[in-house]
């Protein structure tokens, strides 16, 4: 969450919706102008893989860290899958259904019973009206 809430503050994002589950992040973004040529979401993998490995580390999880071991040479663990989907928006529709889509992953991935319950999730900020984040910008303010 510390991520999204710079990418945003540092206008370098604006995010429309997101969907933080285990193996990957599902996010609605756009790149702000002065970033449209810059790898966010790399900056965004790498920052949040290091602070889970700090994390497991300082909280004497360490051992944990053995189911992400890398077979890549240039890291020593791996917590998100490799080549993740980027989708474009093309159109008003296609925006609309897209946080419907990414709402339901927790529940298909068997992490709550109905996507309102999971915590990671824009999805109080649609359904609910409830901005727990402070940082979601919604779709329809620039599609």
Known sequence: MESLRFLTSENRIRIYGFVLIPNRPHLLRCKQDAWVSKNIQQVFLKYTAKQTKFNLIDSGNE??????????????????????????????????????YM??????????????????SSEKYYELNEDNWGFITHYAEHI
């Open 63 to 100: 051992q944990e860290l053995e189911k992400y071991v890398s077979t890549q040479q240039d890291r020593s663990c791996h917590f998100w899958e490799r080549r993740p989907y980027k989708a474009t928006m093309h159109n008003r529709k296609t925006a609309e259904q897209t946080p419907d």
């Open 103 to 120: 709402h339901l992953n927790p529940v298909k991935a068997g992490l709550c019973e109905f996507s309102a319950d999971y915590k990671y």
